[in-house]
């Protein structure tokens, strides 16, 4: 009997709380459904810029999209923006970027147009409704002390091997920098290759190529830090390998081939990157998605609009092991 009284007065409040909870509920809900889409701030698209400039560059390339408004629906695909003009100038003369329109980028070739070391260029875009304009110094240090290193291991299994590439390079002294690191190396290897239009299987040499430092740190800088060696993360690879292979040819015959692997070059360039170039690559790294670190926002130096025109300068070397 005392059991069933406590439990009578027990429920009373649970039963509160339960239509209360219920009530906070309905009412998150209604609010939601109250918001007004008028009322939400109008915010136009903007054009969005991303060009590079150097002058070890062949060809200048900048690519034009139109940035989409918060709020609204999404569309994830880029907006590119087909009928602007777009002008490269210094103080003295100027060229015309094409658009592309297979590549969907504006183009130009660098042999009318001279980028040089040291020089300030001013990039202007304008689609007819929008004018955005940017300025970047070509940075006049070049590092002149670099070194790359191939180092080559047994995988551990089978005839399997490892190459690992490290590279270094000497601060330039004297005034602050900003570096950024990219490379590439090429693989090859014979193997049986079928011609659909006669019917032939041949011996076919083919070449693989490969960027490096695509996930690693992007940029660097020299603050506190004048004339140090810097050091790139190691990148390691799998070498394709050795192995003999059996095909039969266009007249049902056995053949064998021996697939020759190689590991033909190593490229790696170490790029004295200007302050924007930095700062937007500083930037994007900050908003990696890691759920630890509060978003910021990108970096822009595109006056009226989004995005970025960045120089660079750039050295570099190759080996051939």
Known sequence: MCFTKTTKYTCKPVLFLLLLCMGLLCGCESLVNDLDQDKLPKVEAKLAVSCYISPQTPRF????TE????FGPANYNPVFVENAEVILADDVSQVRLIFD???????????AFKIVAGKTYTLTVNDGKRIVKAKCTVPFNAVKV?????????????TDSLASFRFSWEDVKGQSNFYAVR?????EETVPRFYPETGDITPFRYTYRYDMYSYYRAVYND?????IKFNAPAHVIYSIPRRIISYLDKKGVERTLDNDPR????????MCIDEHYYKFKRSLENNDDNPFVEPTLVYTNIEGGLGIFASFNAVGKTVNP
């Not at 603050?223 to 004339?227: A, K, R, T, V, Y």
């Open 61 to 64: 390339e900048a690519i034009i």
């Open 67 to 70: 940035s989409q408004p918060l």
């Open 101 to 111: 329109d297979s590549l969907k980028h504006y183009a130009a070739d660098s042999s």
């Open 146 to 158: 670099m070194d790359l290193n191939i180092e080559k291991a047994w995988a551990g299994y089978g």
């Open 183 to 187: 490379g590439a190396y090429t693989l």
């Open 223 to 227: 603050i506190n830090l004048d004339g």
């Open 263 to 270: 590991l033909r070059d190593v490229r790696v360039e170490v």
